[in-house]
């Protein structure tokens, strides 16, 4: 069947990078017409009956779908490249992470889920005593040798091996999306903080996550590429959990994909499309939020 072309009815039941690109093409179409771009909304549906057309060649026929880790491991794989550039999931979020830290209340800060420390280091550099905590020992052992003289702690954002109310405030970066859900991982951060402590927490948005599928995605030594798997936590689950925490939502900020972010996710040659698809979708969600009294 190789070169002939291919209805979507007619294909296997694995999700193709064609199947990605239509979904792309599918929402730049919406864009085009909701923008009321007529010259796109042509030029797009032109796309789609393309790419339709050959979902049985490559590139369009290469698998998508790609095996799957938990955190655990998939951290511990991932720890020797994850601070390589190219990530810009972290260059989206790193910049309102930290400026929401440069306004943090006084007493030790919890780093949770701190990886190889990029958070816990920024902290430090400006003078915080900080206490980091990951599940991972591949990525502590990274953040020891970035960090020798910080306190960094093996343990789980579900339980966090501190005191009650011994941190001034504490942040969770991009790690509550690897979770079913969220309230006792909300529960145990709001429980180590001391009264009017802040918690910063940043997680892909729920619109990528859900909608586009995005997840973490690593590539070993080998070449393999592993999946971390990630679940879409809508806006009112946060505020149903800080709530059951006793948190009060201070500021919930979501950045968005620049259209040279967008462009460089394209698949196949099909810049224009994810530019017009993508660009101003939000990518990350962070949440600042205060204990009560």
Same mark, same amino acid.
């Given at each position: 069947?190789?070169?002939?072309?291919?209805?979507?009815?007619?294909?296997?039941?694995?999700?193709?990078?064609?199947?990605?690109?239509?979904?792309?093409?599918?929402? =730049?179409?919406?864009? +085009?017409? *909701?923008?009321?771009?007529?010259?796109?909304? !042509?030029?797009?549906?032109? /796309? %789609? $009956?393309? @790419?339709?057309?050959?979902?049985?060649?490559?590139?369009?026929?290469?698998?998508?779908?790609?095996?799957?880790?938990?955190?655990?491991?998939?951290?511990?794989?991932?720890?020797?490249?994850?601070?390589?550039?190219?990530?810009?999931?972290?260059?989206?979020?790193?910049?309102?992470?930290?400026?929401?830290?440069?306004?943090?209340?006084?007493?030790?800060?919890?780093?949770?889920?701190?990886?190889?420390?990029?958070?816990?280091?920024?902290?430090?550099?400006?003078?915080?005593?900080?206490?980091?905590?990951?599940?991972?020992?591949?990525?502590?052992?990274?953040?020891?040798?970035?960090?020798?003289?910080?306190?960094?702690?093996?343990?789980?954002?579900?339980?966090?091996?501190?005191?009650?109310?011994?941190?001034? =405030?504490?942040?969770? +970066?991009? *790690?509550?999306?690897?979770?079913?859900?969220? !309230?006792?991982?909300?529960? /145990? %951060? $709001?429980? @180590?903080?001391?009264?009017?402590?802040?918690?910063?927490?940043?997680?892909?948005?729920?619109?990528?996550?859900?909608?586009?599928?995005?997840?973490?995605?690593?590539?070993?030594?080998?070449?393999?590429?592993?999946?971390?798997?990630?679940?879409?936590?809508?806006?009112?689950?946060?505020?149903?959990?800080?709530?059951?925490?006793?948190?009060?939502?201070?500021?919930?900020?979501?950045?968005?994909?620049?259209?040279?972010?967008?462009?460089?996710?394209?698949?196949?040659?099909?810049?224009?499309?994810?530019?017009?698809?993508?660009?101003?979708?939000?990518?990350?969600?962070?949440?600042?939020?205060?204990?009560?009294?």
């Amino acid at each position: 069947m190789r070169g002939r072309p291919a209805s979507v009815g007619s294909m296997a039941d694995e999700f193709t990078e064609g199947h990605y690109v239509l979904g792309i093409e599918g929402l =730049a179409l919406l864009r +085009a017409g *909701a923008t009321r771009r007529r010259g796109g909304v !042509e030029h797009r549906a032109r /796309e %789609l $009956a393309m @790419v339709t057309a050959r979902l049985d060649r490559e590139p369009y026929s290469a698998a998508r779908v790609l095996p799957e880790q938990g955190p655990a491991a998939g951290y511990g794989g991932w720890a020797e490249s994850y601070d390589q550039p190219g990530n810009d999931t972290i260059a989206i979020e790193e910049p309102v992470v930290r400026s929401l830290l440069d306004d943090l209340p006084p007493g030790p800060v919890l780093d949770a889920a701190c990886g190889t420390g990029r958070h816990a280091a920024y902290l430090l550099e400006r003078g915080r005593e900080v206490v980091g905590v990951d599940l991972s020992p591949e990525m502590l052992e990274r953040a020891r040798a970035r960090l020798p003289h910080a306190d960094l702690r093996e343990g789980s954002v579900e339980s966090l091996p501190l005191a009650d109310g011994s941190a001034g =405030a504490a942040v969770c +970066a991009l *790690a509550l999306s690897h979770l079913p859900v969220i !309230e006792t991982a909300v529960a /145990e %951060l $709001a429980r @180590v903080l001391a009264v009017g402590g802040r918690l910063v927490i940043s997680n892909p948005h729920p619109f990528v996550t859900a909608v586009l599928g995005w997840r973490a995605v690593y590539v070993a030594a080998d070449g393999t590429r592993t999946m971390i798997p990630e679940y879409p936590h809508m806006p009112s689950a946060y505020v149903r959990a800080f709530g059951a925490a006793g948190l009060t939502v201070r500021r919930c900020l979501e950045p968005s994909l620049s259209p040279e972010q967008a462009r460089a996710r394209a698949k196949a040659g099909h810049e224009d499309a994810f530019a017009q698809a993508l660009t101003g979708v939000p990518a990350v969600i962070v949440w600042e939020a205060e204990k009560g009294r």
